[in-house]
């Protein structure tokens, strides 16, 4: 079960459930040198801020050992924020992730499951969540 949840952080660092988030600024702030008066609207692409080379060493590859206690100690909270963040991050995330290791866990217990041999890439299709476009093309065998 250790090794089931820093897989699935991982792949909800590579690809968050929430792509992205919106905030209003209620008081000015600096932002790069530019100062953004009360009121503003910002968007947060949680997306690319999960593979930003600033915030993730080689942020592109699958390495689930980020997520051990060591690795995350040093680490700013808000650098990884699959659910959003703050007063308005998803009420429903922690029964969400419970929800998925079972899910996961039943499946793996009565099948091996390996990518299609011949399958599209999948095609990001960020929406209000993140979606493939066309498909994710899985071969799901009975273990015996």
């Known amino acids: 079960m250790p090794t089931l949840a820093l897989c699935l952080k991982e792949s909800m660092r590579l690809y968050p459930p929430v ?3 919106e905030r209003e600024l209620a008081e000015e702030t600096l932002i790069d040198g530019h100062a953004m008066p ?5 968007a947060v692409s949680i997306l690319f801020m999960h593979r930003h080379p600033m915030l993730w060493e080689d942020p592109d ?3 689930p050992e980020r ?3 060591e690795q995350m100690k040093g680490r700013d909270t808000f650098s990884y924020v699959p659910f959003s963040a ?7 995330q922690n029964f969400g992730v419970q929800e998925i290791k079972i899910l996961i866990c039943r499946i ?3 099948y091996t499951v390996e990518l299609a041999p011949v399958r599209p890439p999948p095609i990001r299709y960020p929406q209000v969540t993140l979606q493939s476009e066309n498909g994710m093309w899985l071969k799901f065998k009975l273990r015996t």
């Open 86 to 92: 703050g007063p308005r991050n998803c009420i429903g």
């Open 61 to 63: 590859d699958f390495r």
């Open 19 to 21: 792509p992205f988030m």
């Open 67 to 69: 997520f051990t206690w």
């Open 38 to 42: 009360p009121g503003t609207q910002i």
């Open 108 to 110: 793996i217990r009565k």
